[in-house]
Structure formats: C-alpha cells, structure tokens
C-alpha cells in the first residue's frame, strides 16, 4: 500500500479532521503563552497616551517662574436698602456740617423740645404701598429687637467693619445671630415716636466704629474702597490743621472769632430756641433714658 493511500485512508475517518483541528489549536496556544510569559511588559502611559504631571513638577515651575494662581473675589457693592428702589424716595437727608443752611435745617428731627442731627436717610414708599425692608450688604445681624423709640431695629455687621441700620420697621424677619445676605428681606417700614412726622419710613444708617457715615456715599459702590477714600480725606485734613498753625497762628484766631459770631446769628436766625445737640455719638435710642 502506497503512503498517499495511506493518508487517505487515515483522513477519510470521521475523527480525523478534529484531531487534527485540537492538536494545531493547542500548539497555537502554547506559542502564544510562551511568548507573552517571555515578553511581559506592562503598559505605562506613554503608551497609552497619557501624560503624567507631578505636583512636584507643578510647584516647581511655578516657583521658577514666580508664577501665582489668581483669585477673584467678588466685591459687593451695597445696595438700596428696599425692594423696587424705584418706588421709593429719601425723604429726609443725612445730616452734613458740609450742607447749606437749609439744607441742614432739613436735616434735623425735633423730640421733646430738643433738635438732634439726622444721622441717616428716611426713605418713603411713593405710590404708598407697603415698603419691604432688605439688606444693603450680606452680614451677621448683631441686634435685632423693638426699641420704644425708633420701633424695632436691626444692625447687621459686615466684613469691612461697616454697620448697617434699619429702624422704624413695622416687624422683623431675622434674629441676633442670623447670617443674611444681600437683598434678604428684614422686615417691612413703619412708624416710630421719634420721627412720627415722617409716616411709614425706613430709617437708613451707615456706621464705623459707631460714627455715622452719609449712606448716600455707599450705596451703589464698593464700599470697602468708599472706606478708604474717606480715610485718606481724614488724613489730608488732619495735616492741614498743623501747617496753618505754623504758617498763621493769628488767623487762626480771628477765624475762631468768625466762627463764633457765625453760630451765634443762626441760633438768633432760627425760629426756635432750641440749641442743636452737640454730642457726635448721641444716638435716638439714647432717648430711652429720658423717657423713663
């Protein structure tokens, strides 16, 4: 028997073609297993096509290159002290040494037979409706309660050392303690014994180190940069006092004089004999002692 005949014979079996199939199946895979145990290389990320940065690397470069990430803080600026500011109106002014003799005259409450400087702003709701009290600036509320004289009050705290005042409200939305932030709704207008004359109002302070600043000054602007520019007003003024001295210490006497003479004609001039208060750190809810 020839060996073609042989192999015929051999694969005209019905296993013959299945052997076969498992034997070069299973030499593929021994192949295969060898050359993966023999050149076992774990991926890194190159070739994977990631590229690494360290935090060493990081700070490095950035103190090479004296290099600084940027932050930006969004200042507030304040804002008016009511809902719908366009339905409102200042009624009554702040009080300014600065204004004319009008002007202040305007700017003085009387209470019990005593005249006391305005030391904020009023603000009236001009179509009548209900006035909605909110905060000018985001804060702590660090006094919020009813004051026989003023009606109840809220003072919030800012981050920059400013006081808000809110008085003569009708009633209170907020707490000691609360944090609010801005626009956050404090109560709504009412009336007060102090400024009965002025109706429904908000009563609108601005204070710093409990002195009281024109709010007018603050409202619509950053009011951190307001306190600086009125501390270098300060400063300015403080050293011109000194050089007039120096320079001309007899006019400095007349002026005194002048000075004097002027205050004594207004007390004559005014239609009242009541004497301005002099105090600066007087405030209305002050009055609570002469009540009692």
Excluded: C
């Amino acid at each position: 028997m020839s060996p073609n005949s042989k192999w015929k014979k051999l694969l005209a079996k019905k296993w013959a073609f299945p052997a076969i199939y498992m034997t070069v199946a299973a030499l593929i895979l021994t192949l295969m297993w060898w050359y993966q145990d023999g050149h076992n290389t774990p991926l890194n990320q190159e070739d994977l096509g990631i590229e690494q940065t360290t935090n060493e690397t990081s700070n490095g470069n950035l103190a090479d290159n004296n290099q600084a990430i940027p932050v930006t803080a969004n200042q507030e600026q304040m804002i008016w002290p009511v809902q719908n500011p366009e339905k409102a109106e200042v009624k009554m002014e702040f009080f300014d040494l600065s204004q004319s003799d009008s002007e202040m005259k305007d700017a003085i409450v009387r209470f019990q037979d005593e005249i006391w400087p305005h030391t904020g702003i009023d603000i009236v709701s001009k179509d009548k409706s209900p006035l909605i009290v909110v905060a000018a600036l985001s804060g702590e509320v660090i006094r919020a309660e009813k004051d026989p004289v003023v009606g109840f009050l809220v003072d919030i705290r800012h981050e920059n050392g400013l006081v808000t005042n809110y008085s003569s409200l009708n009633e209170l939305k907020v707490a000691k303690g609360d944090k609010v932030t801005q626009g956050q709704v404090l109560g709504t207008a009412g009336r007060n014994i102090f400024e009965k004359d002025q109706g429904v109002h908000l009563h609108f302070e601005v204070r710093k180190d409990d002195v009281a600043l024109s709010p007018q000054a603050f409202i619509g602007q950053d009011a951190s940069q307001v306190l600086k520019q009125l501390e270098q007003q300060n400063q300015n003024q403080s050293k011109q006092p000194a050089n007039t001295n120096q320079k001309q210490p007899e006019q400095k006497s007349e002026q005194k004089a002048d000075t004097k003479k002027d205050t004594k004609d207004k007390t004559t001039d005014s239609k009242t004999d009541e004497q301005p208060k002099t105090e600066e750190n007087k405030s209305p809810s002050s009055l609570k002692e002469n009540l009692n």
